[in-house]
């Protein structure tokens, strides 16, 4: 099945700064790749997402980057805030059930 | 955007004793759901695919007879925990894609078990 690999595990940086996650698949057969924050005890939020055809999606602070010859995928977050801290997971599917990697603990610090 | 929701929110029960976690697609129909496992800092893990109508489809390592599964209408899907030790205890979210399925799924608002 899927192996969906996520690093770093914590990541903490200054406000205003650029925070980047990144995250590898094994199955070359996925075609769908979204990013969730997930704040303590609540269900997981789609930030963003962007599916096998695309090499590159933004919205707004956040964009995604997909290299599918190489297997992965990277969250960027732009001049964040401290409101962005929280957990943030990477999944991948091909249909049906999203397979998370491990998740990234953000902390954003004033 | 489609809605999902899980009820009960939070529940707590004695060793040995069976919790009912619902599942319920408020304003599309379902055909699939899917029930993730969350344990304290860990990440999301899928226990089974329910199926309208059908068995559902476990996950290795995950005990049918004891993580019960009924998708009986395409709205509504349940996970009941049988017989539940304190290492059932852990954050359970179901999820569902629209009917257009589009890869998105949608999450439930999450069911955290404590067995004492």
């Known amino acids: 099945g899927e192996n969906v690999e996520q690093h770093p595990s914590t990541l903490s940086v200054q406000e205003g700064d650029s925070a980047v996650i990144k995250c590898t698949y094994s199955?070359?057969?996925?075609?769908?790749f979204p990013w969730y924050k997930q704040e303590l005890g609540k269900r997981p939020q789609l930030i963003i997402d962007i599916r096998s055809n695309v090499g590159e999606k933004k919205d707004q602070r956040i964009a995604v980057t997909l290299n599918k010859t190489a297997k992965h995928f990277s969250l960027h977050i732009t001049e964040t805030q401290p409101e962005d801290s929280a957990v943030y997971f990477c999944?991948?599917?091909?249909?049906?059930?999203?397979?998370f990697g491990k998740g990234t603990s953000l902390l954003v610090t004033p | 955007g489609a809605v999902v929701s899980q009820h009960p929110s939070w529940v707590i029960c004695k060793s040995g004793t069976s919790v009912k976690i619902e599942c319920r697609s408020l304003?599309?129909?379902?055909?699939?759901m899917f029930w993730y496992r969350q344990f304290p800092k860990q990440s999301l893990m899928l226990m089974a695919t329910?199926?309208?109508?059908?068995?559902?489809?476990?996950e290795q390592g995950v005990e049918k007879d004891k993580f019960l599964i009924n998708h009986a209408s395409l709205t509504l899907s349940t996970l009941t925990v049988t017989s539940a030790h304190p290492e059932d205890s852990s954050f359970y979210i179901c999820?569902?894609?629209?009917?257009?399925?589009?890869?998105?799924?949608?999450f439930g608002e999450g069911s955290r078990l404590t067995v004492l």
């Open positions: 999944a991948a599917s091909l249909t049906g059930a999203l397979n």
């Open positions: 304003d599309f129909q379902a055909t699939t």
């Open positions: 999820s569902a894609p629209n009917s257009v399925y589009t890869g998105e799924l949608f």
């Open positions: 199955d070359s057969a996925s075609n769908y």
């Open positions: 329910s199926n309208e109508g059908s068995k559902a489809t476990y």
